[in-house]
């Protein structure tokens, strides 16, 4: 069995965060290639609910499957048990197969945002055991999972930042993190106060960013430009 525990998971399925691979993606051992990456839980006690890795919309929901078929059904209808896709912009989208029945918690045209969570793992459909199967697909092509799970890999698109256009504007939240990438993926570098003077070089939806800290320190990132005024 597979069994890779990935440590660092920036970007979980699961509550709790660590996950097992017990089947790579590629892996050749039921007789043809495997297009995803079959995950458990990987830690004792960590919650079975499936979470949406990224933000994104619901494209397709399939929740009538009731059942675990033999492997030798890889060509049924259902052969991939309850699962759902998630779109989440005009190049990636992701799918979760093998889902708990009736446990599926959204519908197409659902907005969701990271680790929300969108059902239960399963044993529906040609499944061995309770997993999940996951799929990645960049411009319609499926692509290795995992380092979109550790977070080498990003399946946000950002816009890009405009220079040579300086304005000051305060926030308006108690608490606004000033990032190192123009979107949710990018560690949090600190958190700007409510009412703090922060210096901009563009207007778009994601803004480069200067804030002088409480120790008079400049510190430089991308935050949310929603929350300046």
């Known amino acids: 069995m597979y069994q890779t525990l990935l440590k660092i998971c920036k970007n979980p399925i699961f509550v709790g965060g660590k996950v097992y691979i017990t089947y ?11 297009y995803g990456s079959d995950l458990v839980p990987g830690a004792p006690g960590m919650s079975d609910d499936v979470t949406a890795i990224a933000d994104g919309v619901i494209e397709y929901v399939k929740s009538s499957v009731s059942k675990t078929l033999p492997l030798t059904s890889t060509s049924h ?19 979760y197969c093998h889902l708990k029945y009736n446990s599926i918690k959204v ?19 040609c499944s061995t055991g309770l997993h999940v199967h996951f799929e990645v697909w960049e411009n319609g092509v499926r692509v290795n999972p995992e380092s979109f799970i550790i977070g080498e890999k990003s399946l946000t698109i950002t816009q890009s930042v405009k220079t040579n256009v300086k ?3 305060k926030t308006t939240i108690d608490a ?30 994601w803004v480069k960013a200067t804030y002088k800290d409480s120790g008079g320190k400049i510190r430089t990132g991308f935050c949310a430009a929603g929350y300046l005024k």
């Open 24 to 34: 790579g993606f590629m892996e050749p051992k039921y007789g043809g290639p495997h």
């Open 77 to 95: 209808a259902d052969a991939l048990g309850n699962n759902i896709k998630i779109t989440h912009n005009d190049k990636y989208m992701t799918r």
């Open 107 to 125: 519908k197409p045209g659902d907005k969701v945002k990271k680790g929300q969570v969108i059902a239960t793992i399963g044993n529906t459909g």
């Open 167 to 169: 304005t000051f504007k």
């Open 176 to 205: 606004l993190n000033l990032r190192t990438q123009p979107s949710t993926d990018g560690e949090i570098i600190l958190t700007i106060p409510k009412g703090a003077s922060v210096e901009l070089e563009d207007e778009n939806t």
